[in-house]
């Protein structure tokens, strides 16, 4: 096995602390013969971590097919002073991977002292909406503007790496340490993309409300959010009832506006009668008095009053009472008032589920 170790100037703009502890956080990558851990082995695992004004470096070569369990042990005794590994896609392949080759290699994994951050898994639900081809490292990388040096992927490098093992080629070896390095490097720089989901999370503040230029139609939230949490690159997504642009730390929520007559129905329709000529429903108990020929009973269609006003449409029945236009529609819509986004709780939960619906 062969051991190396570096030190990188650089430091890691995105805080530690919202992952872990910042002095017990380690990054890992690891290469391997193939995708199946019955079948193949790790030849290679490299470490990164922050200490101070510098990232610190490590890797484990397994120069032998017989080193494997050397590099494995090396990791699991290394990690052993973290609390938090930080990876890419680990959850799904390096960590079932590397304990299953351990379990193999008759070893004690040692992932269970350690907490695991995917970057993968968190960004993953963000791929459409910042417009990713795929979620590979690179690409990742290269929507942050990341540069690197190698030219290879780990499949790539499978072959590279059993041709070493039979001539011990230094360029061979070069390749094989750099893109790990570079893998390793990179996830660090990487970290900044949690900024989306960070962001997309919090809770914002409202600071005005007002009409679209030149329309009548769309009203438009200013909002704002932490002042730590800034977007790498501006963010904008729309639907014909919403559409947003989220820069920085600020996002405009563009809605559409619904200006005329829309419908309250009420539950329980067998509880009330449909007014023919008035087009309005009543009570029963109260129905009873109406003429026999100005009523009958109500159903789930003609169990409503109706509202002339200015509405939002909802994607939930945030704000009561919920108007619509036919009981089978899906939006719901509530009233347009001066105190209507005063309660910071309902305003948030009404962001967050345009979110998730434009996602």
């Known amino acids: 096995m062969i051991t190396i170790e570096k030190t990188f100037p650089g430091t890691i703009a995105y805080p530690l602390e919202r992952l872990g502890d910042p002095e017990k956080l380690v990054f890992f990558d690891i290469e391997t ?5 019955d079948y193949n082995t790790v030849y290679l695992i490299g470490c990164i971590w922050p200490e101070g004004d510098h990232l610190r470096f490590i890797q484990w070569f397994a120069d032998t097919k017989a080193a494997e369990a050397d590099v494995l042990t090396a990791f699991f005794y290394f990690i052993k002073d973290f609390r938090t590994l930080v990876h890419f896609n680990g959850d799904m392949f390096d960590i079932p991977f590397v304990t299953k080759r351990a379990k193999a290699l008759k070893l004690t994994p040692a992932f269970g002292s350690v907490e695991s951050v995917d970057i993968f898994r968190r960004i993953k639900p963000f791929k459409k909406l910042l417009g990713l081809p795929d979620m590979k490292q690179k690409t990742i990388e290269r929507f942050l503007k990341i540069g690197r040096k190698d030219l290879y992927n780990g499949g790539e490098l499978i072959e590279v790496y059993l041709d070493y093992l039979r001539t011990h080629d230094q360029e061979e070896k070069h390749l094989l340490l750099l893109h790990n390095e570079d893998d390793l490097k990179g996830m660090p720089s990487l970290l900044p993309v949690l900024f989306y989901p960070d962001f997309f999370a919090q809770d914002f503040t409202l600071d005005a409300v007002r009409e679209a230029p030149g329309e009548t139609d769309r009203l ?6 932490d002042p730590v949490t800034i977007l ?4 904008a997504a729309s639907v014909p009832a919403y559409a947003f642009r989220a820069d920085k730390d600020r996002m405009e929520l563009s809605i559409r506006v619904y200006k005329g007559t829309l419908k309250y129905y009420y539950p329980n329709y067998k509880d009330y009668y449909y007014l023919i000529y008035e087009d309005t429903a009543i009570h029963k108990s109260v129905g009873e008095f109406v003429d026999k020929d100005a ?8 169990c409503y009053t109706k509202k002339d006003g200015t509405f939002l449409p909802q994607p939930a029945d945030i704000w009561v009472p919920e108007f619509k236009t036919s009981c089978k529609d899906k939006t719901g819509f509530f009233e347009v008032r001066k105190d209507c986004f005063s309660d910071v709780e309902k305003l948030n939960r009404y962001i967050k589920e345009i979110f998730s619906f434009l996602k």
């Open 220 to 225: 438009i939230l200013s909002l704002s959010g």
């Open 33 to 37: 013969t193939g995708f199946s851990a």
């Open 232 to 235: 790498p690159s501006p963010v």
């Open 295 to 302: 009523r009958i009973k109500a159903t789930k269609e003609t």
